[in-house]
């Protein structure tokens, strides 16, 4: 069964610094692979998506991941922290083929960003 | 474009009752899914329709757990008889195709408390 591994549950950071949340996946097959955002009583908001094409893969609000097979990561980054990015963040992944797309889910990372 | 909305946003129920979660997803969105985050742990997948017919229900946990979509359009989740470890976030998801790569929209959730 796939499962995902979010390293760290809170990540603090300063505004204007770079923010790293780390996600590994184990499949034998790689996944397709998600970041979702969830911001205060609000639902789960796509932040980006890989599906096979560049391994560099940019997302909204500035975020981008990058796929690297040799480490079965897919780690999300972005270059300067706003106040406006604390929030929830999950990385996800579903198998390729077959039908249906459940999503399984990391356990989450809480960011904080520091004024 | 009115995205997923999912009612009640929170429920406290006594263990042994029953309780009823409604998601409508977006119109013409045929997939619908719902999810559960009990606290402190990863979401799960519970189950997924398309229009009207169940095409996974994996994740539902036991027999206390239905779950219909009558008409293919808003799905309701019921438990019955709520058990303490029920509680938990249940979020509702769309999509528009069920392809492994189309991104599912998400609901708020309903806070489900369990006393």
């Known amino acids: 069964a796939q499962s995902v591994t979010q390293l760290g549950s809170h990540v603090s950071v300063s505004e204007g610094a770079l923010v790293l949340l780390r996600c590994n996946y184990s499949?034998?097959?790689?996944?397709?692979l998600f970041w979702y955002v969830q911001y205060p009583n609000q639902g789960l908001q796509l932040l980006l998506k890989?599906?096979?094409?560049?391994?560099l893969v940019k997302g909204i609000n500035g975020f981008e991941a990058e796929f690297k097979k040799s480490e079965t990561s897919f780690h999300l980054t972005k270059p300067s922290a706003h106040m406006s990015d604390a929030a929830e963040y999950f990385c996800?992944?579903?198998?390729?083929?077959?039908?249906?797309?459940?999503?399984?889910f990391g356990a989450g990372t809480i960011l904080r960003v520091k004024s | 474009e009115a995205g997923v909305t999912q009612f009640p946003s929170h429920s406290v129920i006594e263990k042994g009752q029953t309780v009823t979660l409604r998601c409508d997803p977006i119109?013409?969105?045929?997939?619908l899914y719902w999810y559960r985050r009990v606290m402190g742990k990863e979401i799960k997948f519970l189950l997924h329709?398309?229009?009207?017919?169940?095409?996974?229900e994996s994740g539902m946990p036991n027999n206390r757990f239905l779950a219909e979509r009558t008409g293919g359009t808003y799905s309701t989740l019921k438990v019955q008889p709520a058990e303490l470890e029920d509680s938990g976030v249940y979020f509702c998801?769309?999509?528009?195709?069920?392809?492994?790569?189309?991104?599912?929209?998400f609901g708020p959730g309903t806070r489900l408390t369990v006393l």
């Open positions: 998801a769309s999509s528009l195709a069920v392809s492994s790569y189309n991104e599912q929209f």
């Open positions: 499949s034998s097959v790689p996944p397709y």
């Open positions: 890989y599906t096979s094409a560049a391994t």
């Open positions: 996800a992944v579903t198998p390729r083929g077959g039908y249906g797309n459940k999503l399984v």
């Open positions: 119109s013409g969105h045929d997939n």
């Open positions: 329709f398309v229009k009207e017919s169940k095409q996974d």
